[in-house]
């Protein structure tokens, strides 16, 4: 029989979420590098640059790969051998080592649990609960597996129940371009298929768990049903042309994984869940003789990867941008901004609109005539640091909000990650606006360009209170131009036919 102490689980869950924030998994970086090298999209290529930068840099200083800084998510298979020093349960304890790991000093992360999920939401301040899956087997050891989960990956979830005899493949093919590039591809799609609607949906979140290994399976060939459609999906996936950010390209995925349970013989529940560029996930096992002992991954494991925005990047001013110079400007066209930029995302948007609607006045500061904003929840700085890790968030969630911005403050351009639908995409082209989209899991890289940071307004919403920011070069793509062409439209339907193995206009 083995003793798990109490402080040991605690102490381990602590390290762990703190190590997976800032190291990638060795066999996403080698997947990615590999990609990187085999892109021929110059846009999506520079968007791997950037992310591959990014996470040398994280391991480096210690620093959050993503400003999501994700839900933390355990596994537990205990063994039923264990005998437990504790005085906390099993949820109380993993949520300890959560709230440890979030407030670290030297490394704060965001929180960004909300309770209760409807009504008030009002943020725990510090990151719990968790979702804790427990399950008991034979032996005396406690596997732990951990996943911090960010909700641009986690909203684009698929739940389906098929007809037995209905083509799995032609599902995913259809709901995978309905995910739009707010999850930040490349990452992985994790499936589960058959129990229940729950028991999908678990394989499927634990399956993005599994090692990144599709290359080696292609060498070996498939030995199950299973296997060959993994290596089916890979490849119809990635010739579906969304590429890395959804710019077009190459590489979409770079697994696909897939958890098996038996089913009811009238169903065929199935699950996809993704996984982005800021692949979090870690496994251990404790055995009694203390907390786990993680170690960190050699400086080597990063490629020799370098990012600079090139020659053909405009520099912008936002304190004197214009209507007339917005016009001017075309899909795919690199930027970079300098000078004085907002920030708001959901709440902040939510509180601003219903301000307008009751004919009040926004607060003092707050003044978006001809100004950009930035869809960001920014980490907390720690020691001298002006912002923490400051990447986008899904800009899609700000699209009905996006008509009465832009008619009744001033607003003229965005920034944030991934498309924007139709609904925004007609009023930007309505306005004679523009958005603009950073590269999700690059928030280090971006917090580079921040010089100055400021309170406005709203401070009561916390990472999603209005700031403004003094920036230099911050690297950006115009996604949606004056017109309303979007990027995100024409880049994967580019790639999809160049790639030509699946119909361009299926």
């Known amino acids: 029989m083995t003793t798990i102490r109490q402080e040991d689980l605690i102490q381990s869950i602590a390290d762990g979420f703190q190590y997976i924030s800032y190291y990638h998994p060795q066999d996403y970086i080698r997947a990615l590098a590999a990609a990187y090298e085999a892109e021929e999209s110059p846009a999506a290529k520079d968007a791997m640059a950037q992310i591959l930068v990014n996470s040398r840099m994280c391991a480096e200083d210690r620093r959050p ?3 999501d800084t994700g839900m933390a998510v355990v596994f537990l298979r205990v063994g039923m051998e264990v005998r437990w020093e504790a ?11 959560v709230r440890r790991a979030y407030a670290h000093p030297d490394n704060v992360l965001r929180a960004s649990v909300v309770a209760p999920p ?35 990956s986690e909203n684009k979830a698929k739940f389906t129940i098929l007809n037995p005899s209905d083509s799995l493949v032609d599902w995913v093919l259809k709901v995978v371009p309905t995910m739009g590039a707010g999850w930040c591809p490349p990452g992985m799609l994790g499936m589960g298929i058959g129990g229940s609607a729950e028991k999908a949906m678990l394989l499927a979140k634990e399956a993005l768990m599994e090692p990144i290994d599709i290359h080696e399976l292609k060498a070996r060939g498939p030995a199950s049903p299973s296997e060959a459609l993994r290596l089916e999906l890979f490849e119809k996936v990635n010739a579906l042309g969304i590429g890395a950010q959804g710019l077009g390209g190459l590489t979409t995925v770079l697994d696909v994984k897939i958890k098996e349970y038996p089913t009811h013989a009238a ?7 993704p996984n982005c560029a800021a692949t979090r996930h870690l496994e251990f096992t404790l055995d009694g003789k203390g907390p786990a002992k993680l170690e960190p991954p050699r400086p080597e494991e990063w490629p020799d990867v370098t990012w600079e925005a090139g020659p053909d990047a405009k520099r912008v001013d936002l304190d004197r941008i214009t209507r007339e110079e917005i016009a001017s400007w075309r899909p795919g066209d690199r930027i970079l901004l300098s000078g004085k930029l907002l920030t708001g995302r959901d709440a902040a948007h939510k509180r601003i609109v219903d301000m307008l609607a009751r004919g009040e006045a926004l607060p003092e500061g707050v003044d978006f005539t001809n100004r950009f904003i930035y869809y960001v929840g920014p980490v907390d700085p720690v020691r001298d640091e002006i912002v923490g890790p400051a990447g986008p968030t899904t800009a899609t969630r700000m699209d009905k909000f996006t008509e009465q911005m832009l008619a009744e403050t001033g607003l003229i351009g965005m920034v944030g990650k991934a498309e924007r639908g139709p609904v925004a995409i007609e009023a930007i082209k309505k306005h004679q606006a523009v958005y603009l989209m950073a590269v999700g899991g690059a928030a280090y890289l971006v917090a580079k360009a921040i010089e100055g940071s400021r309170m406005i307004a709203f401070e009561d919403l916390g990472m999603e209170a209005i700031r403004e920011f003094e920036i230099r070069d911050m690297p950006v793509t115009v996604a949606v131009d004056s017109r309303g062409e979007s990027v995100h439209k024409t880049g994967p339907a580019e790639w999809r036919k160049r790639i030509g193995k699946l119909p361009a206009d299926a």
């Open 65 to 67: 790969i993503c400003q």
């Open 87 to 97: 005085e906390l349960g099993i949820q109380e304890m993993v949520d300890e080592g």
């Open 118 to 152: 409807i009504g008030e939401r009002k943020n725990t301040r510090d990151n719990t609960p968790a979702v804790v899956h427990t399950e008991l087997i034979p032996g005396d050891r406690v596997e732990v597996k951990l996943a911090a989960k960010g909700g641009g």
């Open 267 to 273: 169903s065929l529940p199935v699950a996809v869940i």
